[in-house]
């Protein structure tokens, strides 16, 4: 069936008759037609043939709705109900057929979707200034849940390779507009890409050996993601291409961490950073985030060119080309951003508001999108297999527990720090010989090193903790009692007053820091 004759076939959808006199709302994309009616939505291939997909045979539209409805269901299985099929009747007449057994021959496959609220998509809650540090901890958990049971692949996917090929068909595609992006800057950015490619292609090569390369979202930008039943879904995966939807799972997540980054949401970008390497570990890979940042800008700088080629009115053309410099713009950004890395150790007792400062200090600091940020409460929580939130019984707290996360720590800071990554440590180092590894670590490196401990009184110690809800920490009023014992020995590094507003106390964070 071709373009025009699914005409009918649209029509038919949008005709309220079909669905009980219900009203229907069609929207259209440049790869399909969608109707709203009810609480239902009906999401139909066009008969159109790209470099990147091609569905104009009607086989080729039944299986990627087939697909679309198998690889959303493993995020979003409340909203993809699963296929519905057009018919045509012996009397000629076109009928509906959710349960796909009708009799009569198929003119098209359409997946049935249950509605959601278009208002509550991510990037219009960013917007409207209401995407908020929980939505994005679920979301980045969401994440981490699909990454863990995605299926691993290996070549052709991902690699080296797979992003080579992505820098070359941005190369070939943004050559088309010389007006939009000029043939020189566009020539230097190529250039830094293949460097960066160059420099980080066997630890891509070896992430794929390892596992790393599995079978993506491939689109994880906030208009991809609702809030359905008040928690973050992603939805609308990459169906129709598996080299597209088939890569490493840190370039996965850096279509969220750009998106955040070039709406001006620095802040929420470095708590999804932290977060998902604090829960996935093998931070070594940010050595590779700079390009694969650029490489998402990329793609979206010469998508809005495209959409400003084909756009209907002025308007929406002008709209679309400013989109496509600031992406354009963006993409530059990432790539020659020279921040050297540094460590810095926020430490102090349970309370004193450690994992407050250095989620304040942490964007501020280093490459796009900051420092990351490595929590030791979320560390424990992933070396016991189970969620950040989750509370561990009091054997989980043991010295020799400790002793691992304090390990993991040190290691992981060292990969990050390696790759050119600023990080800042957030525990208790209560002891002297942890507060003497970190400085060391530091020394190991060649990073610049800088220790802060936050003092407070044992009374505020015991309510802060007390207060807590839904945190990654379990301690408690006894255990601030415990640590109180501790024999701490002396402590070198400048000492905060943890008692002052949370304001004053980044004040004077900053200050030594330099960064003030």
């Given at each position: 069936?071709s373009?025009?004759?699914?005409?009918?076939v649209?029509?038919?959808?949008?005709?309220?008759?079909t669905?009980?006199?219900?009203e229907?709302?069609?929207?259209?994309?440049?790869?399909?037609?969608v109707?709203?009616?009810?609480?239902?939505?009906y999401?139909?291939?066009?008969a159109?043939?790209?470099?990147?997909?091609?569905?104009?045979?009607l086989?080729?539209r039944r299986?990627?709705?087939?697909?679309e409805?198998?690889l959303?269901r493993r995020?979003?299985?409340d909203i993809?109900?699963?296929?519905?099929?057009?018919?045509?009747?012996?009397a000629g007449?076109?009928e509906?057929?959710?349960?796909?057994?009708?009799?009569?021959?198929?003119?098209e496959?359409?997946?049935?979707?249950?509605?959601f609220?278009?208002?509550?998509?991510?990037?219009?809650?960013?917007?409207?200034?209401?995407?908020?540090?929980?939505?994005?901890?679920?979301?980045?958990d969401?994440?981490v849940?699909?990454?863990?049971?995605?299926?691993?692949r290996?070549?052709?996917?991902?690699g080296?390779?797979?992003?080579?090929?992505?820098?070359?068909?941005?190369?070939a595609?943004?050559?088309?507009?010389?007006?939009?992006f000029?043939?020189?800057?566009l020539?230097s950015?190529?250039?830094?890409?293949q460097?960066?490619?160059?420099?980080?292609?066997?630890?891509?090569?070896?992430r794929?050996?390892a596992?790393?390369?599995?079978?993506?979202?491939?689109?994880?930008?906030?208009?991809?993601?609702?809030?359905?039943?008040?928690?973050p879904?992603?939805f609308?995966?990459?169906e129709f291409?598996?080299s597209?939807?088939?890569?490493?799972?840190?370039?996965d997540?850096?279509?969220?961490l750009?998106?955040?980054?070039?709406?001006g949401?620095?802040a929420?970008?470095?708590?999804?950073m932290?977060?998902y390497?604090g829960r996935?570990?093998h931070p070594?890979i940010?050595?590779?985030?700079?390009l694969m940042?650029?490489?998402r800008?990329?793609?979206?700088?010469?998508v809005?060119a495209m959409?400003?080629e084909?756009?209907?009115d002025?308007?929406?053309?002008?709209r679309?080309l400013?989109?496509?410099?600031?992406?354009?713009?963006?993409?530059?950004?990432?790539?020659s951003d020279?921040?050297a890395?540094?460590l810095i150790?926020?430490?102090?007792?349970?309370?004193s508001?450690k994992?407050?400062?250095?989620?304040?200090?942490?964007?501020d600091?280093g490459?796009v999108?900051?420092a990351?940020h490595?929590?030791?409460?979320?560390?424990r929580?992933?070396?016991?297999?189970?969620?950040?939130e989750e509370?561990?019984?009091?054997e989980?707290?043991?010295?020799?527990?400790?002793?691992?996360?304090y390990?993991?720590?040190?290691?992981?800071?060292?990969?990050?720090l390696?790759?050119?990554?600023?990080?800042?440590?957030?525990a208790?180092?209560?002891?002297?010989?942890?507060?003497?590894e970190?400085?060391?670590?530091?020394?190991d490196t060649?990073v610049?090193?800088?220790?802060?401990?936050?003092?407070?009184?044992?009374?505020?110690?015991?309510?802060?903790?007390?207060a807590?809800?839904?945190?990654?920490?379990d301690?408690?009023?006894?255990?601030?009692?415990?640590q109180?014992?501790y024999?701490?020995?002396?402590i070198?590094w400048?000492?905060?007053d943890a008692?002052?507003?949370?304001?004053?106390?980044?004040?004077?964070?900053?200050?030594y820091l330099k960064?003030?």
């Open positions: 069936m373009g025009k004759n699914q005409q009918e649209f029509d038919f959808l949008a005709d309220p008759a669905h009980g006199g219900k229907v709302k069609r929207l259209r994309t440049h790869v399909a037609e109707f709203l009616v009810g609480d239902c939505a999401k139909v291939k066009r159109v043939c790209y470099a990147f997909l091609d569905f104009s045979t086989d080729a299986r990627a709705c087939e697909a409805v198998r959303n995020t979003a299985p993809y109900l699963g296929l519905s099929v057009i018919r045509r009747k012996a007449e076109l509906l057929d959710h349960r796909g057994n009708g009799a009569g021959e198929p003119l496959w359409a997946v049935r979707m249950r509605r609220d278009e208002s509550q998509t991510l990037d219009l809650l960013a917007d409207e200034g209401r995407l908020v540090a929980p939505l994005i901890d679920s979301l980045v969401a994440i849940g699909l990454h863990e049971e995605a299926e691993v290996g070549q052709p996917y991902g080296a390779e797979g992003l080579r090929a992505i820098v070359e068909e941005n190369r595609d943004m050559t088309r507009f010389p007006v939009v000029s043939p020189d800057r020539a950015l190529i250039s830094v890409q460097k960066a490619l160059s420099q980080n292609a066997a630890l891509l090569d070896a794929r050996e596992g790393f390369v599995r079978r993506c979202h491939g689109d994880l930008h906030l208009g991809n993601v609702v809030l359905w039943q008040e928690k879904t992603p609308d995966c990459i291409s598996e597209i939807g088939t890569i490493d799972v840190a370039y997540l850096s279509f969220l750009m998106d955040l980054e070039v709406r949401l620095r929420l970008a470095n708590r999804a932290g977060r390497f996935m570990s070594e940010l050595s590779a985030l700079p940042l650029a490489l800008a990329s793609v979206r700088a010469k809005s959409t400003a084909g756009a209907s002025e308007r929406a053309r002008q679309a400013k989109a496509a410099h600031s992406f354009f713009a963006a993409a530059e950004a990432f790539m020279a921040s890395p540094r150790v926020v430490g102090g007792l349970s309370g508001g994992t407050t400062l250095a989620a304040a200090l942490a964007p600091v490459r999108p900051g990351l490595l929590r030791s409460d979320i560390v929580k992933r070396l016991a297999g189970v969620a950040p509370r561990l019984p009091v989980a707290y043991d010295k020799g527990s400790s002793r691992r996360v390990e993991t720590l040190f290691r992981e800071a060292h990969a990050a390696k790759a050119g990554q600023v990080v800042v440590l957030d208790v180092f209560a002891r002297p010989d942890e507060r003497a970190a400085e060391a670590l530091a020394r060649q610049r090193f800088d220790g802060l401990w936050l003092d407070a009184p044992a009374d505020a110690l015991k309510a802060r903790v007390s807590r809800k839904g945190d990654a920490s301690a408690t009023a006894q255990v601030v009692e415990q109180l014992t024999a701490i020995g002396e070198a400048p000492r905060i008692t002052q507003r949370e304001e004053s106390v980044m004040q004077e964070a900053q200050g960064l003030a």
